[in-house]
Structure formats: structure tokens, C-alpha cells
């Protein structure tokens, strides 16, 4: 039998490299696109969904089309974020396995140039870039396009969401004219719609379901709450899908930094990823996620670009988008390769316009749903449990030898009260927890109590009766605020709901921690080192410093933010920390105001 890819005119060597990756019939964005574009004579627009096969709809036409004896660049890929360009170069890699002579290199920021400078020299077929980046290459004239027949314009909107228009453009004017342009896209603004005026000649356009629409596989729903319980709800919602594999989409870096630590204090399993993040600590957390070790990414929407993980259950928006085209990308993370997903709104009453204008753009309605109450997520996560324990797979070789003892132990008990006391092992949390829950639903007629206003960030907000600590531990450590969180309950041996806010610095972090834990912690770092540097941890607060851990201590009275520096001579006026983590000298200007750099509004 004809593989399906064969009839569509793909050449043996690819489609054997197709099967080996489990692909065995095309999606329809491929099955349309890739006839045409193995034609090479034509400009294309193709729009599609997130999730539907674009990356093989240009990838494996290009394999046909370019003469791989010769190592120039014949192709050009230009994408949004870095994890989509690493995501399309494993994949065209991955296609063209068979073919000899073939070489794609991925050239985005945030890694090391001189690397990816030394990888063109030897010499490439297709490179696949963020346009930053690829800009920064053309202008060291360390690269020649000359020999460019096709540029590809993936997730071309968002390139312009991001503000990539002049970069676009000064890297297309470095291509010869008579190229092939191929822009792919999930929606159509006007933007999108001047590029294929300007760069194309009467192209070829293939649109998959109707322009704009989001996933037909993906459910939509909505859920109203006060902003207050918004941390609360997106708990609820969790807990009440025990398998729940997600992405939670917040509007900020820092909301999101904030979300995933107080998730991680409450015993979820989740990280964050945001544009503050290195390279490597980006690479890290999207590891865990796709190795399915982690089951919550909280993202923001320039950070979640380009993630293509399978199975992802649930798309959760913390916080609607400010632009309402880009809940299409959002929800277009589940749902993909065919699978079913849910996306999730968690608003309040004063949103609900911007969720009407959401279902105009593409094109369905959403539900209303309820939040369960406490009970329900109490009989879901029994039942779950009793659902894994039945289907659980046992080892009868490895356990057999532990039986008898396992059976002395329970000999007291009836069948009864063991099948009680396993279900109690992990549901005795959700009854205490639930205890009394209150009913976190707000009708739509309801526009909030006392006028309240919809929160443009819904922080969540540290309890009073903590104490600031000191940790000469930082951002150059290589750590994240989850890294740090880690580090500290796992040395100090306290818990995760003990710790409240995090201020990550270069060299040195401050942390709030409830004042009941402060001795203990301290104690339990008299001797704790990172990487064979000694770790100091010193109180803050009012009062006399307390010290504890391997390095040598200064004696200094802290006051949230007031220390000497690193060289042992004091810094120049007392310095007290503000509510931003900024510092103040004696003037009452602050550090931004000092150097002319303070923002009109928190970064995003």
C-alpha cells in the first residue's frame, strides 16, 4: 500500500524518516499545502491553527525542493520566540535524517552567537531564525542570502504582535527578489495582510476552517469570580482535574513568577517560564514540562510561543490577553494533532465583553460553568484515587517477596478499614482543605461588591507576621525563584507555606518567612554550601541580626534592604528596601530616579 505522503508527491528517503516518527497520514493543512508547494512557482499564505501539522506543511516541501550538494543557504525560516525555532529545526532535522549532505541551523538570541556563526561557516541549506538574532548576523555580513529561493513567515502575526515589522524587513531586502515567500498563520489582522501585499505576487491562499476561528477540538469555558478568589478558583479547577496536564497564562512576568510560587508552596507541581529567564533556565523548565515531571507551566504569552508539548489536557487564562486575537494562541496549545482540550477563563463580571468579543473572533460560544464546591473536589479526587489504585500495575515478581510481612501488618485490620486507610492516605488533605469551602461563584448579573474593579494583575497577597531574611544566593546562581523556594524548604526543612514573598537579585536574594519558622530555618543552615561556597542566611528585621550557615558573618544590623557591601566598606547613604524591591538614599530618590531609568508601569 502507498504510504499517503507518497501520493503526496514526498520522496521516499522523507517519508521513511515520516514513518519512523509515527506519522502515518497527513493533517488537512498538509494534505492542501504541500501539492502546491512542491510546485516552488507560487507565493502561499496558509492559515491554520496552532497544533494542526504546519511545520511538515513547509518543512517537508522544502526537503524536495533544495539541492543539498551544494552548502549555501536556500532557505530561509523566520519565527517569533526561540522555542518555536528549536521546535522547527528539530523537526526539519528530524524529516530529513535520510538525506545526505543535509544541514539546518537555528540561530536565535540568548545563546551563544559565536556558536551559531561557526555552524553557518561550515555550511547550510535552511536556516530557521527569530528575527533579532538573524538581523544581528546579517549585519556582521556573516552570512549570504544570494542564494535564497524560499523565505517562510511562521506565525507571522504574532512576529508582528512582538513588534518584529522593521526587522522583517530589513532582513527580506537582503534576499533576492525573484524568491518564494510562504506565510503561515493562525490569524489574518491587517498586519498580516499588508506583508502578502508588499513581499508577495498573487499567492496561492489556503485557509483550514475559517479565518480567525480557534480549534474545533478545543472546549471553551468561562468561570466568575470575585478578583480576590482568583488564586483560590485556579486551585479548584486543579484539583477538581486530577490529571490535569496545563499551561496557566498570566498577563505578567511577575504575576506569573508569583503564581507558580505560591502553587509550588501548596504542593502543586509547577514552575514558571517568562522572558526574565535565561536560556538555560528556560530549557530547564520546558525539559520538565515536556518530560511530563511537571504538571502546571505558567506562562506568559511571549514566553509560551512556540511550545509544541502533546497532550496538554488544559489552557487556563489566569488573565485574558490584552489583545483578544491572541486567546486563539493561547488555547491553541491543547487540542493539537487531532486531541480533544479545554480552555479555561478565570474572570470577573466586569470581563465578560471581552469574552463576547473573544467568541465573535473565533467563532464559538463559550460556557458558563460553576465552580465545583468543596465536596465535589472532594468525591473527584477520591474516586481518582480509587481509580489509579485499581488500575495500578503490579509487579508480582518484585512484590512477592514483601507480601507476607505486608500481610502480618494488615492482619488486624478487615478489607474495609485497609481499602479506608489507603483512600484516607492522600484524601484526608482535600477534606481538610475543603473543610467548609466557600462558594466561590458570582452570577453575571453580579458587577462586583462595593464597585469592584477588575484586577489588572490579581497578585497574591503575603499574610502579616513575617520576618525578611537575607541569602547571599542569586540569579547568577543560576537559580529561579522556584529554584531558590526549593533550596531553602529543602535545607531549612520547613514547608513551602511557610515562605512568602521572593526578591531575586544578581548575588544575593531577600525572602519573607512566617516568624514562628525563622529559628529553625537558621539553625538548619549552620552548615549548608552551594557549589562549595558557604551559605548565609541573616535576618532582616528590626533588631538584632541572627546568622547562621558556612560563611563568615559581618555583624551588621539589617533593615529590610540596609547591608554592607560585598568589599566590607559601607555603601554611601542607608538604604532601606521600598515596596517595589528598589532602594532609596538619603535624597528619597529612588535608585530608577537616580540613573533616569524608572518605568511608567510594571514591565510585562
Not at 530549557?283 to 510561543?305: E, G, H, N, P, W
Not at 537559580?479 to 523556594?485: A, I, K, P, S, Y
Not at 512566617?514 to 549552620?526: S, W
Amino acid at each position: 500500500m502507498i504510504n499517503p505522503f507518497s501520493n503526496l508527491g514526498i520522496s521516499d528517503d522523507v517519508v521513511n524518516a515520516i514513518k519512523d516518527l509515527g506519522f502515518e497520514n497527513p493533517t488537512p493543512i498538509q494534505e492542501q499545502s504541500i501539492p502546491v508547494l512542491l510546485e516552488g512557482s507560487n507565493d502561499f499564505v496558509g492559515l491554520a491553527q496552532t497544533g494542526t501539522g504546519k511545520t511538515a506543511a513547509f518543512g517537508l516541501p522544502l526537503l524536495e525542493l533544495i539541492d543539498f550538494s551544494i552548502r549555501k543557504p536556500q532557505a530561509l525560516v523566520l519565527c517569533p520566540t526561540r522555542e518555536l525555532c528549536l521546535q522547527i529545526t528539530g523537526d526539519i532535522r528530524n524529516f530529513s535524517k535520510n538525506i545526505p549532505g543535509a544541514n539546518v541551523v537555528a540561530v536565535y538570541g540568548g545563546a551563544n552567537i559565536v556558536q551559531q556563526l561557526r555552524e553557518i561557516r561550515q555550511g547550510v541549506q535552511i536556516v530557521v531564525a527569530t528575527p533579532g538574532r538573524m538581523l544581528d548576523i546579517i549585519r556582521r555580513k556573516a552570512i549570504d542570502f544570494s542564494d535564497v529561493s524560499y523565505v517562510v513567515l511562521d506565525e507571522a502575526d504574532e512576529m508582528l504582535n512582538m513588534g518584529f515589522q522593521e526587522d522583517i524587513n530589513d532582513i527580506l531586502s537582503t534576499t533576492p527578489d525573484d524568491k518564494k515567500t510562504w506565510l503561515f498563520s493562525a490569524t489574518m489582522p491587517p498586519e498580516v495582510r499588508r506583508i502578502a501585499r508588499n513581499y508577495m505576487e498573487d499567492p496561492v491562499e489556503l485557509t483550514m476552517g475559517t479565518k480567525n476561528t480557534g480549534n474545533v477540538n478545543i472546549e471553551h469555558e468561562y468561570y466568575i469570580v470575585r478578583a480576590r478568589d482568583k488564586y483560590a478558583a485556579l486551585k479548584r479547577i486543579v484539583d477538581f482535574n486530577p490529571e490535569i496536564f496545563g499551561v496557566v497564562f498570566c498577563k505578567t512576568k511577575i504575576d506569573t513568577q508569583e503564581v507558580a510560587e505560591h502553587l509550588i508552596k501548596d504542593g502543586y507541581n509547577a514552575d514558571a517560564l517568562h522572558g526574565d529567564l535565561s536560556q538555560q533556565q528556560r530549557d530547564k523548565v520546558m525539559q520538565r514540562f515536556r518530560d511530563r515531571s511537571m504538571q502546571l507551566l505558567i506562562a506568559t504569552d511571549v514566553a509560551a510561543r512556540g511550545i509544541d508539548v502533546n497532550n496538554v489536557t488544559h489552557v487556563i487564562n489566569y488573565a485574558l490577553p490584552d489583545e483578544v486575537e491572541s486567546y486563539t494562541h493561547r488555547s491553541g496549545r491543547t487540542g493539537r494533532a487531532g486531541k480533544t482540550g479545554v480552555s479555561i477563563c478565570i474572570i470577573n463580571s466586569k470581563e465578560l465583553g471581552k469574552i463576547r468579543q473573544i467568541e465573535k473572533i473565533i467563532g464559538k460560544k463559550f460556557t458558563k460553568a460553576d465552580l465545583p464546591t468543596g465536596f465535589d473536589v472532594c468525591e473527584k479526587q477520591l474516586f481518582a484515587l480509587v481509580h489509579k489504585v485499581h488500575n495500578v500495575e503490579v509487579n508480582e515478581a518484585q512484590i512477592e517477596q514483601y507480601i507476607p510481612r505486608i500481610m502480618d501488618e494488615f492482619s488486624e485490620l478487615s478489607k474495609e478499614e485497609v481499602i479506608k486507610r489507603f483512600a484516607s492516605l492522600e484524601f484526608n488533605r482535600f477534606l481538610e482543605y475543603y473543610k467548609n469551602a466557600p462558594d466561590l461563584n458570582v452570577s453575571e448579573e453580579r458587577r462586583g461588591e462595593h464597585g469592584e474593579r477588575p484586577e489588572r494583575g490579581s497578585r497574591v497577597r503575603n499574610d502579616d507576621g513575617y520576618t525578611r531574611m537575607f541569602i547571599n544566593l542569586g540569579s547568577v546562581d543560576d537559580f529561579t525563584r522556584g529554584d531558590l523556594l526549593s533550596f531553602v524548604c529543602n535545607n531549612g526543612k520547613i514547608s513551602g507555606k511557610s515562605i512568602g514573598k521572593i526578591d531575586l537579585k544578581g548575588v544575593y536574594s531577600f525572602f519573607d518567612i512566617e516568624n514562628t519558622a525563622v529559628d529553625g530555618l537558621l539553625n538548619n543552615f549552620r552548615n549548608v554550601d552551594f557549589n562549595g561556597r558557604g551559605v548565609r542566611i541573616e535576618q532582616t528585621a528590626e533588631g538584632e541580626s541572627k546568622s547562621r550557615g558556612g560563611g563568615s558573618y559581618n555583624g551588621s544590623k539589617r533593615r529590610d534592604g540596609e547591608r554592607k557591601s560585598f568589599g566590607g566598606k559601607r555603601e554611601s547613604g542607608r538604604r532601606e528596601g521600598g515596596s517595589n524591591g528598589g532602594f532609596r538614599d538619603y535624597s528619597g530618590r529612588s535608585r530608577e530616579e537616580r540613573h533616569g531609568k524608572r518605568e511608567s508601569g510594571r514591565r510585562r
